[in-house]
């Protein structure tokens, strides 16, 4: 979920009578709208911005996530799984800070799919990446 204000008018694409106004802020869970209405100039994040995503390397039971943010975070950490629904996670090294951050995911299954998220904290703003996959060697 992400905190984001809305800088122009937005409709909700799951509920087209619902427009979002400038100005109005709010907690967003569907990251895929929320990455749109960045992209588009209609919101921006309350929170920091992650950026620079990338998992490398991977092995076949191992996966280290790295990704980028410019502001001091107070938490950040991956949710994993092989399901959206993730079920596990991993912190980030550094746990707090800002720059270049890596997450290592240990005792994963060899040839298999993983769905994972990143979810960094800034303050009171809690700002997460839609899916994203990778599969393991």
């Not at 991956?78 to 980030?92: F, I, L, P, Q, R």
Request: hydrophobic share 40%; aromatic share 8%; with cysteine.
């Amino acid at each position: 979920m992400s905190n984001i204000v809305f800088v122009a008018p937005a409709q909700d694409p799951s509920t087209p009578t619902t427009v979002y106004g400038r100005g109005h802020s709010g907690s967003i869970s569907d990251e895929s709208f929320v990455a749109s209405l960045i992209a588009s100039g209609k919101a921006s994040l309350q929170g920091a911005s992650i950026r620079g995503i990338f998992v490398a390397p991977i092995a076949a039971t191992t996966a280290t996530v790295n990704w980028i943010v410019d502001s001091a975070c107070t938490a950040m950490k991956v949710d994993y799984g092989t399901t959206a629904s993730y079920g596990s996670s991993a912190t980030a090294s550094p746990a707090a800070g800002s720059g270049a951050i890596v997450a290592s995911i240990t005792g994963l299954t060899t040839a298999t799919l993983y769905h994972y998220r990143i979810s960094v904290t800034q303050g009171s703003y809690v700002t997460m990446t839609p899916d994203l996959t990778f599969r393991t060697s």
